[in-house]
């Protein structure tokens, strides 16, 4: 019945010689797992847990997700081309669900890494450029605002007496959001600095060198090139920083509802993903401390 589904792929439907092979090795695999439960099992009278016990021990090998989730298609695809020609009477893959592809863990950066990028002497303090790119990594790393929430800061934002930002985000939803008293003077500081350097022609808080308003282009690649200095992550964008943000502040204690406040988050389950990410820190923690580990 194999090569019959096969022969119907190749000509019928002209599928490449490729996608034949790899269908052809998924169903061969999965026909010598059953006859290895039960030699008397076939296409006709196995069930849905049979599939499902062949998902979990291709699990258990290490397999990834989207390449269980392959073999399942090959297998399903076969019992609709199996059912549509009668030779068997049931789909036993109808009910099976493929496993969630895992998404990957938000990069960050470590505490030790943003406090030594955020060091004076990193910088040359009375350059303009250098000043606004030090001022804008502390303003991710201090809010966890967005890119776009970020480039779309006018002065009037800023409350420097209470020391909270007013940050438009996504459908234009407001949020507030405090910050310290380091932030509090960088950004006075940069302000003094910036209002000296450059024409401003923008009510916006952040300015090229020409007085506009800074692109998300020219921030993107302001902290690429300055996280490269202090981290080997593969992304090195503002994204880090504010992972890095939400990281930081669930590592002190902050509530997952907190966090999802001050990140403008619609829902929890957004939110929820820096839970592995630190839980992920904690392994590590164990296993370099615990003599069992």
């Known amino acids: 019945m194999i090569e019959e589904f096969l022969n119907y792929l190749k000509f019928e439907l002209n599928r490449s010689d490729l996608t034949v092979a790899r269908y052809g090795d998924d169903l061969r695999t999965f026909k010598a797992f059953f006859k290895n439960l039960d030699t008397h099992l076939s296409w006709e009278s196995i069930d849905s847990d049979i599939i499902r016990d062949w998902m979990e021990s291709m ?5 990834s997700a989207s390449s269980i989730n392959r073999r399942l298609s090959a297998v399903r695809s076969f019992y609709r081309f199996a059912l549509s020609r009668k ?59 967005r890119l776009s929430e970020l480039t ?3 002065d009037e934002a800023v409350d420097f007496q209470n020391h909270q930002l007013k940050v438009t985000g996504k459908r234009n939803k407001q949020r507030i959001i405090p910050f ?17 350097s450059v024409t401003k022609c923008s009510k916006a808080l952040f300015l090229s060198d020409y007085g506009g308003r800074m692109k998300n282009e020219k921030v993107r690649y302001d902290v690429r090139k300055n996280l490269s200095k202090v981290c080997s992550l593969k992304e090195r964008t503002p994204h880090v920083l504010r992972h890095t943000f939400a990281t930081a502040m669930l590592n002190h204690d902050t509530g997952l509802e907190s966090l999802r406040k001050l990140l403008g988050h619609a829902s929890l389950s957004t939110t929820e ?21």
């Open 87 to 145: 030779k068997v009477d049931s789909d036993p893959s109808h009910s099976v669900q493929g496993p969630k592809k895992s998404k990957p863990l938000p990069q960050f950066l470590k505490e030790s890494e943003m406090n030594e990028i955020l060091d004076p002497k990193m910088w040359a303090m009375d350059n303009y450029a250098d000043v606004r790119t030090r001022t804008i990594i502390m303003t991710f790393y201090e809010t966890g605002i």
């Open 59 to 63: 699990m258990d090998k290490g397999n």
């Open 152 to 154: 779309g800061l006018d």
């Open 273 to 293: 993903i820096y839970t592995h990410t630190t839980f992920e820190q904690l392994k590590r923690v164990y296993k370099n401390a615990h003599p069992r580990a």
């Open 180 to 196: 310290g008293e380091e932030l509090n003077t960088t950004l006075e500081n940069y302000i003094l600095l910036r209002d000296h």
